[in-house]
């Protein structure tokens, strides 16, 4: 089946413009994760999305930064007001529900994820 | 959350079989080991997950001493396209979702 579908691949915007960011995650998913990734780092988490629950978003950097996922499914990442500091690997993931016991890692899928370039 | 601690980098030459070993004094009782891939360009994958003992599939096997402190990852033979940054996380506790923290990781380089 598809995977974890992002677009775009690429972009370059130049400093001071907003940016928007879409993930599809696997169908049937529930849980959808977004990460950055910056040029020879791990991976910093960013927001958490599990079904209709309040999204958890301790690790946005700042009220720059903001995501929802419509309808249980596509999720959007927007920037406004890009920073050169911004400029990273925004990768997305999606994983099934959480089993409650016993407590299990669920496999997170990734995207390719999406270059962000702020010149 | 409980943090992890693996070497920068590792060096192996083709053929051999790479031990990249990951420490978590801290892992909580319920907490998994898991173990990610990435290639440049590309989003993590998952290789392998376990508890506790041995576990093993058709890329890799993981060991996991009793006191779960530490784990090894086991790449037996590996080949050029192994070449890539290897993650240890630790899961977040029971229930719920799992905000794990990828680390920097290891970044495995295999010689011809």
């Known amino acids: 089946g598809a995977g974890v579908s992002q677009s775009p691949s690429n972009k370059v915007t130049e400093k001071g413009k907003d940016v928007e960011l879409r993930c599809d995650p696997i169908?049937?998913?529930?849980?959808l994760y977004w990460y950055r990734q910056s040029l020879g780092q791990g991976l910093e988490f960013l927001i958490y999305?599990?079904?209709?629950?309040?999204?958890?978003k301790s690790g946005l950097p700042s009220d720059r930064f903001s995501a929802e996922r419509t309808g249980g499914s596509v999720s959007t990442l927007t920037i406004q007001r890009t920073q050169q500091e911004d400029s990273a690997v925004y990768l997305c993931?999606?994983?099934?529900?959480?089993?409650?016991?016993?407590?299990?890692?669920?496999?997170?899928?990734f995207g390719p994820g999406t270059r962000l370039t702020v010149l | 959350l409980a943090k992890t601690t693996q070497p920068i980098s590792m060096d192996s030459y083709e053929g051999q079989e790479v031990n990249i070993t990951c420490s978590h004094n801290?892992?909580?009782?319920?907490?998994?080991i898991t173990w990610y891939q990435q290639f440049p360009s590309q989003g993590p994958r998952f290789i392998i997950q376990?508890?506790?003992t041995k576990v093993t599939n058709e890329v890799a096997s993981l060991f996991i001493p009793a006191d779960r402190k530490s784990s090894t990852l086991s790449l037996p033979r590996v080949s050029l396209s192994d070449t890539a940054v290897y993650y240890c996380?630790?899961?977040?506790?029971?229930?719920?979702?799992?905000?794990?923290?990828f680390g920097i990781g290891t970044k495995l380089q295999v010689i011809p």
């Open positions: 993931a999606s994983s099934t529900r959480p089993q409650l016991a016993p407590s299990s890692y669920n496999e997170q899928f």
């Open positions: 169908s049937g998913h529930t849980a």
């Open positions: 999305f599990q079904g209709n629950s309040a999204p958890d």
């Open positions: 801290n892992i909580a009782t319920n907490d998994y």
């Open positions: 376990g508890y506790k």
């Open positions: 996380l630790v899961g977040d506790g029971p229930g719920g979702y799992q905000k794990v923290t």
